[in-house]
């Protein structure tokens, strides 16, 4: 996973510096304009959505307030099969709860190289941080259990290491099945990073971000068995973000009919 971040990361900024060239951007804009958007974040530890809502402050910088969930993987993670059965489907043998953040911060964006045209990428960088809730549930696990010498029965199960075998995990259960057994632990978390803002419409956000986070509890989430589990998620992220620029003097230019419209020439 952190290969492929490194990987994604060179050709992502690689491709954003390909925008360098564009039409020249006429129009006026408005000085205070806010935006709201979303993103795909991956991480090196999981996937994320975001929500963000940036208000500017004056000409560099602007405030952000943001809402992410995301998933925590421990990196001993690996799935495999049934070896004995065909036609399973495939589980994490030895995890024990599956595990999310939830997270609301504030944070800053100062613009260091601004977009002097439609074609070019304005460079910020950006910092937040917050409280975070992880929620981790247990998994159940289908495990056979001979009945006769050709037959076998399935039971729902919770992993215990010191019976299950590989070979008597038929499959993964359902994932809502232990959802009641939902736990809750707060934490807090950080993260900053790169924002490199490519879009070719006025109007319309479109971003690659790049950085670092971390989501810090006051005890180990515990996610695998017999292995060492972390309090302190630290993880690489690159994201693509995706939003519209609110303008308070020209409202009607951030309706779902207008968004991705072109830009015309004067």
């Known amino acids: 996973m952190k290969r ?7 050709f992502l900024c690689g491709a954003v510096w390909l925008f360098a060239q564009g039409e020249i951007d006429e129009q006026q804009t408005v000085f205070f304009r806010n935006e709201r958007s979303f993103a795909v974040l991956l991480n090196s530890d999981g996937l994320g959505l975001s ?15 943001e809402i992410e969930l995301g998933t925590l993987k421990h990196p001993k993670e690996y799935k495999i099969s049934n070896p004995y059965t065909t036609g399973t489907g495939t589980f994490v043998f030895g995890k024990l709860n ?4 939830l997270r609301a911060g504030i944070g800053h964006q100062r613009e260091i190289f601004t977009k002097a045209d439609l074609g070019g990428v304005a460079v910020r960088y ?35 290491v010191s019976i299950h075998d590989p070979s008597d995990i038929y499959s993964r259960a359902s994932f809502f099945k232990g959802i009641d057994e939902t736990k809750v632990l707060p934490g807090l978390f950080a993260k900053g990073g790169f ?24 005890k180990s ?24 620029i609110i303008d308070p003097l020209h409202p ?7 968004l991705f419209r072109r830009n015309r020439q004067k």
Not at 4 to 10: G, I, K, P, V
Not at 252 to 258: A, C, F, H, Y
């Open 4 to 10: 492929l971040l490194s990987t994604a990361l060179t």
């Open 51 to 65: 929500y963000r809502e940036a208000k500017r402050k004056d000409y560099l910088n602007k405030s952000l307030l």
């Open 98 to 101: 599956s595990a999310f953040y």
């Open 126 to 160: 950006f910092y937040s941080g917050g409280p975070v809730l992880a929620l981790y549930k247990p998994i159940y696990y289908r495990v056979l259990y001979p009945v006769t010498i050709q037959e076998f029965e399935i039971r729902e199960e919770k992993f215990e």
């Open 195 to 218: 924002n490199f803002e490519y879009s070719r419409q006025d109007k319309v956000i479109h971003a690659i971000e790049a950085g670092v986070q971390i989501n810090a509890f006051p």
């Open 221 to 244: 989430i515990p996610i695998m068995a017999n292995t060492d589990n972390k309090a302190v998620f630290f993880s690489l992220f690159v994201s693509y973000r995706f939003g519209v």
């Open 252 to 258: 009607e230019d951030t309706r779902l009919s207008n």
